[in-house]
């Protein structure tokens, strides 16, 4: 049996990788994490979503198996981010924008390592791109490429980090989307994914919810646009 873990965090990219790992593994379990993030909105939103799909793509139900949410509430106490306090969301020339959070993506890793080992699960997707992003370097292929060593090495077995968006920009994902979930799975995309930095999930566009402001929505909405003009 195909086995695989998904990071799943009820954004429009880990949204299109559980797609992705639907379609292409038999067993998929999810995982997410508590961070004490200002959008925690996005922890209803994957509820919502893994609620909606054995009803939207019957032909994935029996796929789908537990979801775990992991308490990192710590993380928040250690560093002075704009994910993880009031710090302004900024971006400066020549620094990481203050959306950047140390660390995180190893933590995330380590913690999916030690659900995978006992279920014999050997691969894990994560939604990380190195192409449209800010530069954050715990996206991009070298250290995920590290990490897949790293947690091979420290379990003493085999563990494949896949990244199916890593060399995708926002309108290829949304591409990517629908060419595996068809148009309910854009429509389930837009309707409850969360993106937006600010944790805004009351001001909907034609691309989703969020405040239209942040350096996440405008992502969101220059990919969609620019997937649209190709349609
Ligand atoms: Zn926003």
Redesign the pocket.
Known sequence: MAKALVLFSGGQDSTTCLFYALHNYEQVWTMGFAYGQRHAIELDCRQNILAEIPRLFPQWAERLQDDVVCDLASLALLDQNALTSDAEIAVKDGQLPTTFVPARNLLFLAYAGAYAYRREIHTVLMGVSETDYSGYPDCRSQTIQSMEQSLSLALDSPMHIETPLMHLDKAATWQLALDLAGDKGLELLIAKSHT???G?HSHFHPWGY?????P??LLRQRGWEAFCRTR
């Open positions: 937006c930095y600010a805004d969020g405040c239209g402001q942040c996440s929505c």
